[in-house]
Antibody
Framework: QVQLVESGGGVVQSGRSLRLSCAPS????????MHWVRQAPGRGLEWVAV????????YYADSVKGRFTISRDNSKNTLYLQMNSLRAEDTAVYYC?????????????WGQGTLVTVSS | QSVLTQPPSASGTPGQRVTLSCSGS????????VYWYQQLPGTAPKLLIY???QRPSGVPDRFSGSKSGTSASLAISGLRSEDEADYYC???????????FGTGTKVTVL
């Protein structure tokens, strides 16, 4: 069955960096676009970034543009989110999510998430 | 409008029909499909409706979606206690080049 397992979350000081990973299984990873979505404690969902199946296109939310980088290694079956210059407002559960479309514009399956806490 | 607006809460008694709304603009709902997600307490979101009115396999037919212009709706008929959750609409936004989520509606079963 389809599974997405995020890792790399934890407590980090404001201004530092962190890299999240997502390990998919149960489907052909290289055929799918992938997203990162976050949810601050007690708040709603906020889309972060998307990367096309072959890495040729990437789009970011304005709130993370220039600080976060989404990438993938199809040979290692892994999705990444490099987060630099972290701020307190980046504190959230970060979900890795699968996109079945041809142009990266919707999500059909979510991982369980990894918590990132940015301390000041 | 760079946000999809949903009422913060909705409620109903078991067996009732509840309709959730989602309001957007021409750059998102007006020109793209709408998706609905259900998030049970303490869990990851789950796809409920795709391409505005399609149900994935395994989703009960009590859930139905529709879209008109720059607005969309999710109807839950025969409300059950296990439907108590947060519901989010979503759509791609052509102006932002990003996936936009609604503000979310918390459904309570009385």
């Amino acid at each position: 069955q389809v599974q997405l397992v995020e890792s790399g979350g934890g407590v980090v000081q404001s201004g530092r960096s962190l890299r999240l990973s997502c390990a998919p299984s149960g489907f052909i990873f290289s055929n799918y676009a992938m997203h990162w979505v976050r949810q601050a404690p007690g708040r709603g969902l906020e889309w972060v970034a998307v990367i096309w199946y072959d890495g040729s296109n990437k789009y970011y939310a304005d709130s993370v543009k220039g600080r976060f980088t989404i990438s993938r290694d199809n040979s290692k079956n892994t999705l990444y989110l490099q987060m630099n210059s972290l701020r307190a407002e980046d504190t959230a559960v970060y979900y890795c999510a699968r996109d079945p479309s041809d142009n990266g514009d919707w999500i059909d399956f979510w991982g369980q998430g990894t918590l990132v806490t940015v301390s000041s | 409008q760079s946000v999809l607006t949903q009422p913060p809460s909705a409620s109903g008694t078991p067996g009732q029909r509840v309709t959730l709304s989602c309001s957007g603009s021409n750059s998102n709902i007006g020109s793209n499909y709408v998706y609905w997600y259900q998030q049970l307490p303490g869990t990851a979101p789950k796809l409920l409706i795709y391409r505005s009115d399609q149900r994935p396999s395994g989703v009960p037919d009590r859930f139905s979606g529709s879209k008109s212009g720059t607005s969309a709706s999710l109807a839950i008929s025969g409300l059950r206690s296990e439907d108590e959750a947060d519901y989010y609409c979503a759509a791609w936004d052509d102006s932002l080049s990003g996936y936009l989520f609604g503000t979310g509606t918390k459904v309570t079963v009385l």
